[in-house]
């Protein structure tokens, strides 16, 4: 079954540490995505990647960094700079070619600093 | 500044009557354009998506109008079901971003 993994589903920590959340793709998809769900809020934009060394920040990169040395795989990771790291998390993938091609979500993780 | 925006934060309808959700935008560069649906703690499911060369596009019991003269896009579920009670996130690309709206939250009555 092809699909896009996330986890772990649910991560707890304390203010002042760097967490990493991981994504991995078997859909053989060139471009990734990271988004954080606010209540009330849509999908923001952290970082994307459009190919394997390659990533771009998006609309709220401060505080986030990532890393594109596969191409299955697009960890996420939450640095103490981060100002208000408690949210919902979602990694996503495209195939090439697009523009006219749907994003595909992870479940999702839920970060939980205190 | 939001580029996709829902103005309807949640919508209620009776099972077996038409549900519209309705999506509008601001960046005429954008050419396609996506529903998605999602429940609590999960992430999007993609439901129904439409290129900008065309205003309509149909699968089974949903149907996603496009009116790029008003930067308009509306979703029909008809009929609308139990199960389709969730949030929907209207989306759109300009072929190197997606941009979301904030979300409707749809709760279909039995």
């Known amino acids: 079954d092809g699909g896009i993994t996330q986890s772990p589903k649910y991560l707890f920590r304390k203010e002042g540490q760097n967490v990493t959340l991981s994504c991995e793709q078997n859909?053989?998809?060139?471009?990734m995505y990271w988004y954080r769900q606010d209540p009330g809020q849509g999908l923001r934009l952290i970082y994307y990647?459009?190919?394997?060394?390659?990533?771009q920040k998006g609309d709220i990169a401060e505080g986030y960094s990532v890393s594109r040395e596969k191409k299955e795989s697009f960890p996420l990771t939450v640095t103490s700079a981060q100002k208000n790291p408690t949210a919902f998390y979602l990694c996503a993938s495209s195939a090439p070619g697009q523009g006219a091609s749907p994003l595909h979500f992870g479940n999702g993780t839920r970060l939980t600093v205190t | 500044d939001q580029q996709v925006k829902q103005n309807s934060p949640s919508l209620s309808v009776q099972e077996g009557r038409i549900s519209i959700l309705n999506c509008d935008y601001t960046?005429?560069?954008?050419?396609?354009f996506l529903w998605y649906k999602k429940y609590p703690a999960e992430g999007p499911t993609f439901l129904i998506s439409i290129s900008s060369i065309k205003d309509k596009n149909e699968d089974g019991r949903f149907t996603v109008f496009l009116n790029k003269s008003a930067k308009h896009l509306s979703l029909h579920i008809v009929p609308s079901q139990p199960g389709d009670s969730a949030v929907y996130f209207c989306a759109a690309s300009d072929g190197n971003q997606f941009y979301f709206g904030t979300g409707t939250s749809l709760t279909v009555i039995p």
């Open positions: 960046n005429s560069m954008f050419d396609y």
């Open positions: 990647s459009q190919i394997v060394n390659d990533f």
């Open positions: 859909l053989n998809h060139d471009a």
